[in-house]
Protein backbone atom coordinates (compact mmCIF):
# COMPACT_ATOMS: atom_id res chain seq x y z
CA UNK A 1 0.00 0.00 0.00
CA UNK A 2 1.10 3.41 -0.64
CA UNK A 3 2.10 4.95 2.96
CA UNK A 4 -0.29 7.03 4.63
CA UNK A 5 1.50 10.00 4.02
CA UNK A 6 1.81 9.65 0.18
CA UNK A 7 -0.98 11.20 -2.31
CA UNK A 8 -2.43 8.30 -4.22
CA UNK A 9 -3.76 9.32 -7.07
CA UNK A 10 -5.74 6.21 -8.22
CA UNK A 11 -6.90 6.06 -5.03
CA UNK A 12 -8.63 9.72 -5.32
CA UNK A 13 -9.75 8.80 -8.85
CA UNK A 14 -12.21 5.81 -7.30
CA UNK A 15 -13.18 8.38 -5.05
CA UNK A 16 -14.20 10.79 -7.29
CA UNK A 17 -16.70 7.94 -9.31
CA UNK A 18 -17.81 6.23 -6.33
CA UNK A 19 -20.51 9.44 -5.67
CA UNK A 20 -21.48 9.42 -9.43
CA UNK A 21 -22.85 5.83 -8.84
CA UNK A 22 -24.65 6.56 -6.14
CA UNK A 23 -21.81 5.42 -3.38
CA UNK A 24 -22.43 8.21 -0.49
CA UNK A 25 -20.61 8.00 2.44
CA UNK A 26 -17.15 7.09 1.68
CA UNK A 27 -14.64 9.73 2.88
CA UNK A 28 -11.36 7.88 1.33
CA UNK A 29 -9.92 5.48 -1.49
CA UNK A 30 -6.39 4.15 -1.39
CA UNK A 31 -5.67 1.80 -3.72
CA UNK A 32 -2.48 -1.07 -3.30
CA UNK A 33 -1.00 -4.28 -5.06
CA UNK A 34 -2.06 -8.18 -4.27
CA UNK A 35 0.54 -10.80 -5.06
CA UNK A 36 -0.47 -14.36 -4.05
CA UNK A 37 2.66 -16.17 -3.97
CA UNK A 38 2.51 -20.18 -3.72
CA UNK A 39 4.86 -22.06 -1.67
CA UNK A 40 5.62 -25.92 -1.19
CA UNK A 41 5.11 -24.97 2.63
CA UNK A 42 5.18 -22.26 4.73
CA UNK A 43 8.39 -22.13 7.42
CA UNK A 44 10.41 -19.66 9.06
CA UNK A 45 12.76 -19.32 6.39
CA UNK A 46 10.37 -18.98 3.42
CA UNK A 47 8.29 -16.41 5.16
CA UNK A 48 12.11 -14.39 6.02
CA UNK A 49 12.72 -15.23 1.75
CA UNK A 50 9.07 -13.59 0.98
CA UNK A 51 10.02 -10.76 3.27
CA UNK A 52 13.15 -10.37 1.36
CA UNK A 53 11.43 -10.29 -2.14
CA UNK A 54 8.80 -7.77 -0.39
CA UNK A 55 11.68 -5.29 0.31
CA UNK A 56 13.69 -5.94 -2.68
CA UNK A 57 11.24 -6.14 -5.69
CA UNK A 58 7.53 -6.51 -4.62
CA UNK A 59 7.06 -3.17 -2.83
CA UNK A 60 9.35 -0.09 -3.20
CA UNK A 61 9.91 0.52 0.94
CA UNK A 62 10.60 4.57 -0.03
CA UNK A 63 6.86 4.78 -0.75
CA UNK A 64 4.69 1.83 0.15
CA UNK A 65 4.17 -0.23 3.29
CA UNK A 66 3.20 -4.24 3.20
CA UNK A 67 2.09 -7.01 5.10
CA UNK A 68 2.52 -10.45 4.48
CA UNK A 69 -0.13 -12.81 5.30
CA UNK A 70 -0.29 -16.48 5.10
CA UNK A 71 -3.51 -18.25 3.78
CA UNK A 72 -3.76 -21.84 3.16
CA UNK A 73 -5.04 -23.31 -0.37
CA UNK A 74 -9.15 -24.00 -0.12
CA UNK B 1 34.21 10.93 -24.79
CA UNK B 2 32.52 7.25 -25.36
CA UNK B 3 28.58 7.68 -23.81
CA UNK B 4 26.94 4.29 -23.60
CA UNK B 5 22.85 4.58 -24.25
CA UNK B 6 20.85 1.68 -22.11
CA UNK B 7 18.11 -0.05 -24.00
CA UNK B 8 15.58 -2.12 -22.32
CA UNK B 9 12.89 -3.84 -23.57
CA UNK B 10 10.08 -0.75 -23.84
CA UNK B 11 12.18 2.10 -23.78
CA UNK B 12 11.76 5.12 -26.58
CA UNK B 13 14.24 7.26 -25.95
CA UNK B 14 17.24 5.50 -26.51
CA UNK B 15 17.59 7.00 -30.41
CA UNK B 16 16.76 10.32 -29.42
CA UNK B 17 19.77 10.37 -26.24
CA UNK B 18 22.11 8.77 -28.85
CA UNK B 19 21.48 11.83 -31.19
CA UNK B 20 21.98 14.17 -28.73
CA UNK B 21 24.90 12.79 -27.33
CA UNK B 22 26.52 12.94 -30.70
CA UNK B 23 25.11 16.05 -31.44
CA UNK B 24 27.30 17.16 -28.29
CA UNK B 25 30.28 15.35 -29.60
CA UNK B 26 30.50 12.53 -28.09
CA UNK B 27 31.06 9.01 -29.63
CA UNK B 28 27.90 6.98 -29.16
CA UNK B 29 27.57 3.81 -28.00
CA UNK B 30 24.62 1.37 -27.71
CA UNK B 31 24.06 -0.84 -24.37
CA UNK B 32 21.57 -3.81 -24.25
CA UNK B 33 19.95 -4.09 -21.18
CA UNK B 34 20.51 -7.78 -21.50
CA UNK B 35 24.37 -7.65 -20.93
CA UNK B 36 26.96 -7.53 -18.39
CA UNK B 37 28.98 -5.01 -20.33
CA UNK B 38 29.33 -1.63 -20.13
CA UNK B 39 31.67 -1.74 -23.08
CA UNK B 40 34.38 0.76 -21.50
CA UNK B 41 32.17 3.81 -21.72
CA UNK B 42 33.07 7.06 -19.75
CA UNK B 43 29.55 7.77 -19.13
CA UNK B 44 25.67 6.09 -19.07
CA UNK B 45 22.49 7.51 -20.04
CA UNK B 46 19.09 5.68 -18.86
CA UNK B 47 16.49 7.03 -21.37
CA UNK B 48 12.95 7.86 -21.10
CA UNK B 49 10.19 5.37 -22.31
CA UNK B 50 8.07 2.56 -20.53
CA UNK B 51 10.76 -0.02 -20.06
CA UNK B 52 8.92 -3.06 -19.13
CA UNK B 53 6.06 -1.74 -19.97
CA UNK B 54 6.19 0.16 -16.51
CA UNK B 55 4.88 -3.22 -15.10
CA UNK B 56 5.11 -3.18 -10.84
CA UNK B 57 6.73 0.09 -10.79
CA UNK B 58 8.30 2.46 -13.31
CA UNK B 59 11.40 1.24 -13.00
CA UNK B 60 11.25 -1.42 -10.66
CA UNK B 61 11.79 -4.63 -12.99
CA UNK B 62 14.56 -2.62 -15.05
CA UNK B 63 16.83 -2.17 -12.24
CA UNK B 64 17.54 -5.37 -12.07
CA UNK B 65 18.09 -6.32 -15.65
CA UNK B 66 21.82 -7.75 -15.81
CA UNK B 67 23.52 -4.52 -17.18
CA UNK B 68 22.38 -2.37 -14.21
CA UNK B 69 24.75 -4.59 -11.90
CA UNK B 70 27.64 -3.19 -14.08
CA UNK B 71 25.59 0.17 -14.21
CA UNK B 72 25.21 -0.04 -10.51
CA UNK B 73 28.86 -0.33 -9.18
CA UNK B 74 29.99 2.33 -12.29
CA UNK B 75 28.14 5.13 -10.23
CA UNK B 76 29.01 4.13 -7.07
CA UNK B 77 32.78 4.92 -8.01
CA UNK B 78 31.89 7.63 -9.69
CA UNK B 79 30.88 7.24 -13.60
CA UNK B 80 28.81 10.07 -14.54
CA UNK B 81 25.25 8.12 -14.82
CA UNK B 82 22.00 10.26 -16.54
CA UNK B 83 18.81 9.00 -16.16
CA UNK B 84 15.98 10.83 -17.89
CA UNK B 85 12.10 9.87 -16.76
CA UNK B 86 11.88 6.23 -17.08
CA UNK B 87 15.72 6.10 -16.50
CA UNK B 88 15.43 8.70 -13.41
CA UNK B 89 12.49 6.28 -12.26
CA UNK B 90 15.00 3.02 -12.18
CA UNK B 91 18.05 5.31 -10.38
CA UNK B 92 15.25 5.34 -7.83
CA UNK B 93 14.38 2.05 -7.88
CA UNK B 94 18.02 1.05 -7.60
CA UNK B 95 18.49 3.32 -4.67
CA UNK B 96 21.48 5.39 -6.91
CA UNK B 97 18.94 8.32 -5.75
CA UNK B 98 16.89 9.17 -2.83
CA UNK B 99 12.70 9.06 -2.62
CA UNK B 100 10.24 7.98 -5.81
CA UNK B 101 8.36 9.07 -8.22
CA UNK B 102 4.55 8.71 -8.24
CA UNK B 103 1.52 9.30 -10.72
CA UNK B 104 1.04 12.98 -11.55
CA UNK B 105 -1.13 14.88 -8.69
CA UNK B 106 -3.80 15.22 -11.35
CA UNK B 107 -3.56 11.54 -12.80
CA UNK B 108 -3.33 12.66 -16.62
CA UNK B 109 -0.06 12.35 -18.76
CA UNK B 110 1.24 15.74 -19.18
CA UNK B 111 3.47 16.67 -21.85
CA UNK B 112 4.29 20.15 -22.71
CA UNK B 113 7.38 22.55 -23.22
CA UNK B 114 8.69 23.08 -19.93
CA UNK B 115 10.65 25.99 -18.56
CA UNK B 116 13.39 24.77 -16.16
CA UNK B 117 15.68 26.45 -13.82
CA UNK B 118 19.24 24.63 -13.17
CA UNK B 119 20.09 25.03 -9.60
CA UNK B 120 22.98 23.19 -9.97
CA UNK B 121 26.07 23.50 -12.48
CA UNK B 122 28.72 21.59 -10.23
CA UNK B 123 26.86 18.01 -11.06
CA UNK B 124 28.97 16.06 -14.17
CA UNK B 125 25.45 16.63 -16.46
CA UNK B 126 24.94 21.02 -15.43
CA UNK B 127 28.90 22.45 -15.89
CA UNK B 128 27.73 23.59 -19.09
CA UNK B 129 24.79 25.66 -17.70
CA UNK B 130 25.22 29.01 -15.77
CA UNK B 131 23.73 28.49 -11.89
CA UNK B 132 19.85 29.75 -12.32
CA UNK B 133 19.97 29.65 -16.06
CA UNK B 134 16.33 28.81 -17.44
CA UNK B 135 16.15 26.37 -20.13
CA UNK B 136 13.33 24.87 -21.48
CA UNK B 137 12.87 21.51 -22.97
CA UNK B 138 10.09 19.20 -23.23
CA UNK B 139 8.52 17.36 -20.41
CA UNK B 140 6.29 13.89 -21.00
CA UNK B 141 5.36 11.76 -18.35
CA UNK B 142 2.08 10.28 -16.27
CA UNK B 143 4.64 9.15 -13.05
CA UNK B 144 6.62 12.08 -12.85
CA UNK B 145 5.65 13.13 -9.64
CA UNK B 146 8.63 13.74 -7.38
CA UNK B 147 8.08 12.49 -3.89
CA UNK B 148 10.48 11.91 -0.40
CA UNK B 149 10.06 11.89 3.16
CA UNK B 150 11.12 15.82 4.56
CA UNK B 151 14.18 14.88 5.77
CA UNK B 152 15.32 13.78 2.60
CA UNK B 153 13.85 16.71 1.03
CA UNK B 154 15.65 19.06 3.83
CA UNK B 155 18.75 17.42 3.00
CA UNK B 156 18.45 17.78 -0.98
CA UNK B 157 17.65 21.30 -0.48
CA UNK B 158 20.83 21.86 2.23
CA UNK B 159 23.16 20.37 -0.03
CA UNK B 160 22.14 21.52 -3.40
CA UNK B 161 21.04 18.57 -4.95
CA UNK B 162 18.42 19.53 -6.18
CA UNK B 163 19.52 20.02 -9.77
CA UNK B 164 16.56 21.40 -12.03
CA UNK B 165 13.34 22.88 -10.85
CA UNK B 166 9.79 23.63 -12.55
CA UNK B 167 9.32 27.24 -13.38
CA UNK B 168 5.63 28.70 -13.17
CA UNK B 169 3.72 25.79 -13.54
CA UNK B 170 4.75 22.50 -11.33
CA UNK B 171 3.24 19.82 -14.19
CA UNK B 172 3.08 17.11 -11.89
CA UNK B 173 2.58 18.01 -8.08
CA UNK B 174 6.43 16.96 -7.12
CA UNK B 175 7.11 18.16 -4.23
CA UNK B 176 9.19 22.07 -3.79
CA UNK B 177 8.66 21.94 -7.53
CA UNK B 178 11.79 19.58 -7.93
CA UNK B 179 12.59 18.39 -11.66
CA UNK B 180 15.82 16.89 -11.08
CA UNK B 181 18.28 15.31 -8.36
CA UNK B 182 21.92 13.80 -7.98
CA UNK B 183 23.97 12.08 -5.73
CA UNK B 184 26.12 13.13 -3.29
CA UNK B 185 28.62 12.81 -5.37
CA UNK B 186 27.45 14.90 -8.58
CA UNK B 187 27.71 12.29 -10.86
CA UNK B 188 24.44 10.41 -10.67
CA UNK B 189 21.91 12.61 -11.78
CA UNK B 190 17.69 12.25 -12.59
CA UNK B 191 15.71 14.01 -14.68
CA UNK B 192 12.01 13.98 -15.09
CA UNK B 193 11.81 16.21 -18.32
CA UNK B 194 13.58 15.36 -21.90
CA UNK B 195 16.60 16.97 -22.80
CA UNK B 196 17.22 14.88 -25.65
CA UNK B 197 14.44 16.44 -27.45
CA UNK B 198 15.53 20.04 -27.60
CA UNK B 199 19.01 19.36 -28.97
CA UNK B 200 18.69 20.76 -32.36
CA UNK B 201 16.54 23.88 -33.60
CA UNK B 202 14.52 21.91 -36.04
CA UNK B 203 12.88 19.51 -34.41
CA UNK B 204 13.29 20.68 -30.46
CA UNK B 205 11.37 22.93 -28.55
CA UNK B 206 14.70 24.66 -28.95
CA UNK B 207 18.49 23.70 -28.15
CA UNK B 208 18.88 24.32 -24.15
CA UNK B 209 18.69 20.51 -23.47
CA UNK B 210 22.34 20.40 -25.29
CA UNK B 211 23.97 21.44 -22.46
CA UNK B 212 23.43 18.53 -19.85
CA UNK B 213 25.27 16.60 -22.89
CA UNK B 214 28.03 19.04 -23.54
CA UNK B 215 28.36 18.97 -19.60
CA UNK B 216 30.18 15.61 -19.73
CA UNK B 217 33.41 17.28 -21.78
CA UNK B 218 34.31 18.85 -18.84
CA UNK B 219 33.98 16.16 -16.37
CA UNK B 220 37.09 14.05 -17.76
CA UNK B 221 38.79 17.02 -19.10
Given at each position: MPKPEILDPQGKAVLGALPRLGFTGVTDVRQGKRFEIEVPEVTEAVLAEIAKMADSLLANTVIENYTVRVEQDA | MRVGVVTFPGTLDDVDAQRAARVAGHEVVALWHGDHDLQGVDAVILPGGFSYGDYLRAGAISRFAPIMTEVIAG???????????????????????????????????????????????????????????????????????????????????????????????????????????????????????????????????????LGFFTSLAGVLA
Open positions: - | AQAGLPVLGICNGFQILVEAHLLPGGLLRNDHRKFICRDQTLRIENTSTAWTGAFAQGQEIVVPLKNGEGQYVADAETVARLEGDGRVVARYVDVNPNGSVNDIAGISNERGNVVGLMPHPEHAVEALTGAGTDG
